[in-house]
């Protein structure tokens, strides 16, 4: 018997879709943000840890700014009251860049979208160049799209929705030289939930099959927790 859980199903194709929407956000954000950046003129580069302080608030990224700020001004003799707009004072590119990332936040909470809570910011990696999700945070997001066997019953009533599938097809099969049955569409309980937990896959001129469906599982649980 295998250990539990066991991977029933993985949906690649929504897993790629959604990670090609969050990315086709992500990349100009960053671009943005690492051009305003450069105003700040630290001369330090626009790294992985820069990035990960900016989703977390940039306390540390305006620590290091005002730090530059008072060695100017250390420098050069002027009090904290006469400094010059926009040069001493804090530049207007935190403000730039605070909003920039905000925005990203909210238009990846916006609509369909909606993947913040499934991907966390601070797995983007090489910022400074072609920004990407790190190997980590796509293994955390194609989670997502997985469906498993968590317990021994779920196994059990796999096994028996296979099993049911199984006896109707063979069923079908024997009944497929009587006129009557080439006649029905599909089986007279799909209008009942059995569509939930159960797939039917058509092939012209041939009966259809029914097979255990991949998201059964999760259907069940959800009923489950809805009729408490």
């Known amino acids: 018997m295998q250990q539990l859980p066991i991977l029933l199903h993985e949906n690649t ?5 959604t990670l090609r929407g969050f990315m ?5 954000a ?3 943000i690492r051009e ?10 626009f790294s992985n840890e820069v990035w990960r302080d900016l989703v977390e608030g940039g306390f540390m990224l305006e620590r290091k700014y005002e730090t530059k ?10 009090t904290a009251g006469i400094t010059a707009p926009g040069v001493l004072n804090k530049s207007s590119a935190f403000d730039e860049i605070n909003a920039r990332v905000e925005k990203l936040k909210n238009d990846l ?3 369909a979208m909606s993947v913040l809570h499934l991907v966390d910011l601070s797995e983007i990696v090489n910022v400074a160049t072609e920004p990407e999700l790190s190997k980590d945070g796509k293994a955390k997001l194609l989670e997502n799209f997985r469906e498993y066997l968590t317990t ?13 599938a ?4 063979k069923l079908a099969g024997s009944l497929a030289t009587y006129s009557f049955w080439n006649g029905i569409v599909h089986p007279v309980f799909f209008n009942s939930r059995f569509d939930l937990i159960i797939s039917e896959e058509k092939e012209s001129g041939k009966p259809s099959q029914l097979a255990f469906k991949p998201q059964a599982i999760k259907e069940l649980r959800n009923l489950k927790s809805l009729y408490k």
């Open 30 to 32: 960053i671009k943005d």
């Open 36 to 45: 305003s950046y450069a105003k700040l003129k630290l001369n330090e580069p």
């Open 69 to 78: 700020v008072q060695e100017v001004r250390d420098l050069i003799g002027i």
């Open 109 to 111: 909470n916006a609509g």
């Open 152 to 164: 021994p019953d779920e196994s059990r009533i796999k096994n028996e929705i296979e099993a049911f």
């Open 166 to 169: 199984n006896a109707y097809n």
């Open 24 to 28: 086709s956000l992500v990349v100009p």
């Open 13 to 17: 194709a929504a897993y790629k879709d």
